[in-house]
Each structure stands twice: as structure tokens, then as C-alpha cells.
């Protein structure tokens, strides 16, 4: 019988062409399939783990093809639809399927490594002929047993070591093995259990009776076994090890004596690595209004793949939500609930899973990478063992990152507060837009997806009145609730009178005290983190700088360090201007650290806490301060906008927002949108029982329009004015965006390679480029960057003009000159 010889299209984590083709050996022909990971060299040193993703017969012409080292799974876990969807990404954000594969992948199952070099079992060392080089490389191997090849450069010298490694191989000295380690261990959890010699009760009554006078620590031991087994009852329990010894002193050596007498075993037991809630009974009620936006929605659903709920703050939307789900968990189906931030999936998860229990599962980036490795395969495998039970995540609530899971039957997914920037991923590639990407997703999975907000995103309103998605609202808040009153203090003329104390207005301050004295709860925005925005000297306006990049340096005064917020550069605050010789350097600007700091002057007796990037860079800070929060352990919480993301207090009589000003002068043509969906958002804060809440917006311009439209609650006067102002100047959502970056070292190469890429374009689009210009921050990590700005008419063929620029940029960048320079597009920019 002849032999067929395969080949796979192999897909791996890189900014490379799409697929590389290797070699099947013969013995692996029954096992390969599309969807696998396969383990291959990629180069002369590197190993990784690919996908599969094609099985064919047609051998590459004109190459050497390598042969696949070994196969990862037996099952696939990467399904078609989800390689549909990523080359999907690929082609609409203008990147690679490898850049999406590596955004997509939990990292557990995306193995790398290096090839190493090993001192051959049978080497003959007594040849003298070897270089000093080489003799460097034996000895070394002789020491560490392996190195990789860049110890063995360090080592030799050598910057192309590889040609000496090769002789030695031929020579027989020393091998080359692919070293490529899988670091995610099966959970499993050490229980113990009474042998079958001492499960009769009889038998375990010997045992007390010889351990209660000579090993008082085993009988301890033993009680508490029989507690928490509840053995020789009618409910039996297991008993974890950690249980089990968490209050004995010394448990540990009288648990060892009873297992070496064969009273107790030590067994392990598949577990998972999440703690899963008990569902409540309780169906989900929803207010008459709630009841009638649940039924437009499901009318619209009829219609429309897509559909907008635009529900004011505290107006009920999760209710909805959980009824939604419940109706697709009932048909069998599977729900993804997209948030936009780690941090709201804290308060929200434990809400959801009060409804839904084990079946509700949780995923983002700030899991380990067996935690995330765990959802994925409970997902493609349709459940994991936990202690003897099937858990099946049919209801996935996460980030943006939550898309690329392997769901079978999706039949719904949710974006919650889907105006937020964080759907939006910046860098690197794939710089997708997670909302836009959910209805594309829905749309090849035959689901339907509902967009939540009470601050819509201007596009996603646009579509929605021009009745390409289905629209529904919820105009009133849940249990009849009032808006927050909002009052704006102006700063402008408080300071000409004198009467500022610090950063707070008198109103704030009173607001404050009359919330603390009613036993009620205040949050405080303030929209950069730090103590001081920057130092200053007074003489000659000196202000200390990043070395690395073009921003000033942040003083953080618990670390007591002037730091970077881009690169995390970080120096000792200057005790005299190194220009002027001056001692006299003032902090000048307002951070959260800032106000956490003085705020107790004013009230010595409230407990204060601040939330924000520097309080919450552990896994479980986050849901610490929360649930602090929640329980009135703190008074008065400071934070930025992560305090505005959709959260529910019931106790928050007063919001403060301390500095309004610097949202609106934010040089982007979505700065006043995002401004009334920030202060909209952390308005919603306020009044969410039964009383009315109050918000202060402090400002020097109260009558700005944008904060009269947060005062009045106007949504719609927003959207108008935002529409006619995009009409007029060419924006979305009447135009597509394309933005160009180019990246460089040396400052006079990139403005030389923007204006010569800015020409090749403006000859393709006659009218529709901007730029090039310098970004607000215009070096990052001694990069300078420059940006140029496509505009495409709605009916001018966005795919086409796609096309366009990308030969035009392979076109620049095919010229020796420019080749060192870096260029970065993104479709549709925050």
C-alpha cells in the first residue's frame, strides 16, 4: 500500500505572512487536524507551538520543508468559526492572523522556547584540534549540563555562534534538542479520607481510645476529620487537607503518623481553580418599565441581528440582561456578557452568578495563565471535572478578550456600557474594536447582540435612530428613583473670593459633611492618578521630564519618586532647579493620591480610600475596596474614571467631580462626548435608593455646553451637537478613519519618512489626508512618533481603500531609506 505524505498549514503567533507549511510524519497522518497545535522550528534556534490550519497533499515548490516535532493535542481546540472570525480581524484591522492568534490564545497554551545545546552522552574529548572558542562552549556545557543559544554567544563571543555549534554536531560533541515546556499543571486538590481498615465505626473507636492519652495531636486531628466528613452520617462531605489542619498547631506531623498507621489516606481530586457560587432560587423580578423594555427588545430582536438599549443610569439594564440570558440558557444556547474593564467585572460577577451559579464563568487578562487556560478548554471541551462534578460554562462574562473564546452555540452576547474606550485595544496588533467585532462575531454564529448604555457612543446612536440596529429605551430610573440633582461650582469665581479651601469648593465641602452626618457614602473624581502632576520651579518654570519620553514626571509621594506614567522611568524629586539653582520647586496640579492625603484634615473620623491604577496592581485589590465599599467600611472613596464603570452603591448620597475642565480641553475630536459620558457615568453614581442624590461638578466654566448638558441630563442635545459638528468637518460616523503611525529613533528621519509617505498618500486620497503631526506625547521609549489621518467617504469602498494604503505603505517601506522605520495603521481609532 502506498504511503500518502501530508503537509500542514501551520498558523503561528507571529506579524508573519499568514501560514507556513511543514511536513507530517507518516506515523502522525491518523492524528493531525485542523485546529491542533503542532510543535515546529521555526528558524535555525526557535520552537514553537503552531495551529493547524490546513491538512493537505501539495508539497511547497522550491523549498525544504521541515518536519512537525510533535503534536500538542488529541482533540482541536481552535474551531473553524473562530479561525473564520480571526482572519476576519486580520483583514479588517490590517494586521496579521499570527497577531491575532497571539491576542487570542491564553498564553498556557501558546509554548515557545529555544533550542538547546547538549554535551553528547559519548562525546570523545580528547581531541585537541577545537578552537578556543569551542573549547569556551565545552566547558561550559561541561558545567551546566545545556545552554541556549545566546549563553553560548555570551560565552564565545561569537554574535553567529551557530556555525561553530554545527561543527561540534558533526563532530559528535554535542546535540541540539528542542526544548519547549508546557507550564500549566492540572488543578487538583490534596483531600483526605479514612482507609477501608478504619471506615466501620468500630474500627475507628480503637483508634480514639489509643490516641487520647498517648497522641493527644492525632486525636485533634481525627475529631476534626469526623466533624467535617461528617462521617458515619447521612451527610458525608470530603475533606480538604488545607481544612482540615488551618486551626491544629502541629496538625501536619499528627496527620503524617495517622496516614503511616493506615487510618487516613491522602488522595488528590481534579478541581478547578475558580470558586463557583450556589444559584438563588429567587427568579429574576423586573418593574413594569423594565417588563416592557425586556419586550421591545425581543421585537427587535425579530428585525434586527442588533439592537441598542439606551437606559438612563440606575435604570435596571442588568436585570434585563439576566432575564436575556436566562431565556438563551433555557434554549440550550451559550452567552457571552462583554464588560469593559477588569474592575467591573468584580461587582457584576458576583451579581450574575447569584442567578446562574457554576454555569457563569469569568475571563480576562488579570487571571493566571492556567485560570485562563481552565475557561478556554471547560469551553472547547464542553466542561471540566471539579471534585466529581460536571462544570459547564455556558454563560462567559469578560473583556475585550473574551471574544476570541471557542464558544459551540452562541446565541447571545452583551456590551455593557458599550460607549467605553476600553473595548478599543490600542497596542500592539490587532487594534480592534471589541463592540464592532462582537456583531460581526454574532453575525457568523447566527446570534444576536444587544448594546447597553446610558451614554450611547455617538455612532452607535447614529445607527440606531437611522434604524440599522433595533432601538429601545429605558428613560426612568429602577424603583421610581430621581435623577441626581447636579450643580456646578465655578471655580473661576470662587478662587477670585477667596473661597477655595485646597481643591474643594464650599459647596462640595458642605455637600460632603451633610452626606457623612445623614450616615451616607461619597465618591470623589478626579481623573489623573498620582500626587502631583508635575513640580515646577518657581524662578524659571523649570518642570523635570522623562528621559525617555516627552512628558513631565508624575510625584508620587508614597513612593516618594517623580515617575513616568509611560515608561515607568522613575527619579528622586530635586531638592533645587538644575537650571537655575533655585530651591524653590513647588508641586503643582492635584492627583488621587493628593486628595486621599488631605481630605483627612477636613474629616479626621471618615475612613478614606482611593481606587485607581497604583491601588489596585494586585489580582485582588480591586474586589477588596469594592466589597469595602459595598459594606460602608469606607466613607469617602477617591478614585478616577475606574469609580465612573457602571458600578452600584446604594449608600452614595454625594459625587464630587474636582477638576471638570481638563476632559474638555483634550485636543480630539471625541473629547467633548467622552467628557459628558465620563461625568454622565460617574453622576449615575449618586442617588441609586430611594433618596435623591447630589453631584458637584467643579469647574471654570460652568457654562460650557457640554457640562450644561450633563447638569440637565440631556443626552439628545449632546448627540446633535456632536452630529453637526462631524457633519460639518468630515467625522464619524460620516466618514471611516484610518490613522498611520510611523515610529522612529531619530527625529529628522521621521519627519523626512512622514512627509515622503504623506505625499504617496495624498496622490491616492486628493483632499481626505491629514497630517503628518506630532501626537500629545510625541516620544514614548525614545521613539518619536508621527500621524497621519486618512478620511474615506462612507460610499467610497472602505475594503478598496484598505487595499490602497497597505501597497502604499510596502511601496515606502520597500525603499532602502525607510526601512528602519516602523509603521502601524489603525482602522477606526479611539
Known amino acids: 500500500m502506498e504511503r500518502t505524505t501530508l503537509f500542514c498549514d501551520i498558523l503561528l503567533p507571529l506579524p508573519l505572512k499568514p501560514v507556513f507549511t511543514y511536513r507530517v510524519p507518516y506515523e502522525w497522518n491518523e492524528r493531525v487536524m485542523t485546529g491542533i497545535r503542532a510543535v515546529v522550528q521555526f528558524g535555525a534556534r526557535k520552537v514553537y507551538s503552531g495551529l493547524i490550519r490546513r491538512v493537505h497533499q501539495t508539497p511547497p515548490e522550491g523549498v525544504h520543508v521541515k518536519y512537525i516535532l510533535s503534536l500538542l493535542d488529541n482533540q482541536p481546540i481552535v474551531r473553524e468559526k473562530q479561525f473564520s472570525f480571526w482572519e476576519w480581524i486580520a483583514d479588517y484591522y490590517l494586521c496579521t492572523v499570527g497577531e491575532v492568534m497571539q491576542a487570542a490564545l491564553p498564553p498556557a497554551l501558546k509554548l515557545s522556547g529555544e533550542t538547546r ?14 578552537s578556543e572558542k569551542g573549547n569556551a562552549l565545552i566547558q561550559a556545557l561541561i558545567d551546566n549540563h545545556k545552554l541556549d543559544f545566546s549563553q553560548a554567544q555570551k560565552i564565545t563571543g ?20 528542542d526544548h519547549l515546556e508546557d507550564t500549566t499543571p492540572a488543578s487538583q486538590d490534596k483531600m483526605v479520607r479514612l482507609t477501608l481498615r478504619f471506615s466501620k465505626e468500630d474500627a475507628l473507636k480503637t483508634i480514639f481510645d489509643s490516641t487520647e492519652k498517648k497522641a493527644p495531636k492525632q486525636l485533634e486531628v481525627l475529631l476534626r476529620f469526623v466533624y467535617l466528613s461528617g462521617c458515619f452520617t447521612t451527610k458525608q462531605s470530603e475533606v480538604f487537607i488545607s481544612e482540615l489542619l488551618k486551626p491544629i498547631k502541629g496538625g501536619r506531623a499528627a496527620l503524617v503518623a495517622l496516614i503511616k498507621k493506615g487510618v487516613l489516606e491522602e488522595y488528590l481530586v481534579d478541581s478547578s481553580r475558580f470558586t463557583h457560587l450556589a444559584p438563588d432560587e429567587k427568579s429574576i423580578q423586573l418593574s413594569p418599565h423594565q417588563q416592557e423594555a425586556l419586550e421591545k427588545i425581543e421585537e427587535s430582536f425579530a428585525a434586527h441581528g442588533t439592537v441598542l438599549l439606551h437606559g438612563v443610569t440606575a435604570s435596571g439594564k442588568t436585570e434585563i440582561y439576566a432575564k436575556l440570558i436566562a431565556q438563551q440558557l433555557a434554549l440550550g444556547k451559550q452567552v457571552l456578557y462583554l464588560l469593559p474593564e477588569i474592575a467591573l467585572t468584580t461587582q457584576i460577577i458576583s451579581r450574575i452568578q447569584r442567578n446562574f451559579g457554576d454555569r457563569a464563568g ?41 471574544l476570541f473564546l471557542p464558544f459551540k452555540n452562541l446565541g447571545l452576547i452583551i456590551v455593557d456600557e458599550e460607549h467605553d474606550q476600553g473595548y478599543k485595544q490600542i497596542d500592539p496588533a490587532p487594534r480592534y474594536q471589541a463592540r464592532d467585532a462582537a456583531i460581526y462575531l454574532a453575525k457568523i454564529s447566527g446570534a444576536k447582540i444587544l448594546l447597553g448604555s446610558a451614554t450611547p457612543s455617538v455612532e452607535t446612536y447614529f445607527h440606531a435612530i437611522n434604524k440599522k440596529y433595533g432601538f429601545v429605551e429605558l428613560s426612568q430610573r429602577h424603583g421610581g428613583v ?21 481643591h474643594f469648593s464650599p459647596l462640595l465641602l458642605q455637600s460632603i459633611t451633610q452626606a457623612l452626618q445623614n450616615k451616607e457614602q461619597v465618591i470623589l473624581f478626579q481623573n489623573r492618578r498620582g500626587f502631583s502632576p508635575r513640580l515646577e520651579c518657581d524662578q524659571c518654570n523649570w518642570v523635570p521630564g522623562c528621559k525617555h519620553c516627552d512628558v513631565s514626571l508624575v510625584y508620587h509621594k508614597k513612593l516618594h519618586r517623580l515617575k513616568c506614567h509611560y515608561c515607568g522611568y522613575t527619579v528622586e524629586p530635586f531638592a533645587k532647579c538644575p537650571d537655575c539653582q533655585s530651591p524653590k520647586i513647588q508641586l ?39 466589597s469595602k465599599f459595598e459594606e460602608r467600611k469606607i466613607d469617602i472613596l477617591v478614585g478616577t474614571q475606574m469609580v465612573s464603570k457602571g458600578l452600584d452603591f446604594a449608600n452614595v448620597g454625594v459625587v464630587g467631580i474636582l477638576n471638570a475642565d481638563n476632559m474638555l480641553s483634550f485636543p480630539d475630536y471625541k473629547a467633548h462626548e467622552k467628557a459628558y459620558q465620563l461625568m454622565s457615568q460617574v453622576s449615575g453614581r449618586a442617588g441609586r435608593s430611594l433618596k435623591q442624590g447630589v453631584v458637584i461638578i467643579q469647574t471654570w466654566n460652568p457654562a460650557n455646553p457640554t457640562i450644561q448638558f450633563v447638569i440637565n441630563h440631556d443626552y439628545q442635545a449632546m448627540f446633535l451637537t456632536q452630529l453637526k459638528q462631524r457633519q460639518e468637518f468630515d467625522y464619524p460616523p460620516f466618514v471611516r478613519l484610518i490613522l498611520i503611525k510611523l515610529l522612529h529613533a531619530n527625529a529628522q ?13 495624498k496622490r491616492k486620497f486628493p483632499g481626505k489626508v491629514l497630517g503628518p503631526e506630532y501626537p500629545i506625547v510625541p516620544r514614548v521609549k525614545n521613539m518619536y512618533a508621527k500621524t ?11 475594503a478598496n481603500a484598505k487595499k490602497i494604503i ?3 505603505i510596502a511601496d515606502f517601506q520597500s525603499t532602502m531609506e525607510w526601512k528602519t522605520v516602523r509603521v502601524s495603521v489603525d482602522v477606526d481609532p479611539a
Not at 117 to 130: K, R, V, W
Not at 610 to 623: C, M
Request: charged residues 20%; neutral net charge.
Open 362 to 402: 469569568v475571563y480576562h487578562s488579570r487571571f493566571s495563565p492556567a485560570e485562563r487556560a481552565e475557561v478556554w478548554n471547560n469551553l472547547i471541551n464542553g466542561g471540566i471535572s471539579s471534585h466529581g462534578k460536571l462544570i459547564t460554562y455556558d454563560l462567559v462574562l469578560g473583556t475585550r478578550s473574551a
Open 158 to 177: 561569537i554574535n553567529n555562534v551557530y556555525p561553530l555549534v554545527k561543527s561540534l554536531v558533526e563532530r559528535g560533541i554535542v546535540l541540539l534538542h
Open 117 to 130: 545545546i547538549l554535551l553528547a552522552p559519548n562525546a570523545d574529548l580528547s581531541y585537541e584540534g577545537f
Open 806 to 808: 497597505v501597497q502604499s
Open 588 to 626: 503643582k496640579g492635584f492627583g488621587t493620591e493628593k486628595i486621599e492625603e488631605e481630605l483627612p484634615l477636613f474629616y479626621p473620623d471618615a475612613q478614606i480610600a482611593r481606587l485607581d491604577t497604583d491601588t489596585t496592581q494586585s489580582k485582588n485589590a480591586y474586589g477588596a475596596i469594592i
Open 788 to 798: 497621519l489621518m486618512v478620511k474615506i467617504d462612507k460610499g467610497a469602498g472602505l
Open 749 to 761: 528621519m521621521l519627519n523626512k519618512a512622514s512627509s515622503q509617505l504623506c505625499q504617496i498618500l
Open 482 to 502: 430621581h435623577m441626581p440633582q447636579i450643580i456646578a461650582a465655578d471655580l473661576r469665581s470662587l478662587t477670585f473670593q477667596k473661597q477655595m479651601k485646597s
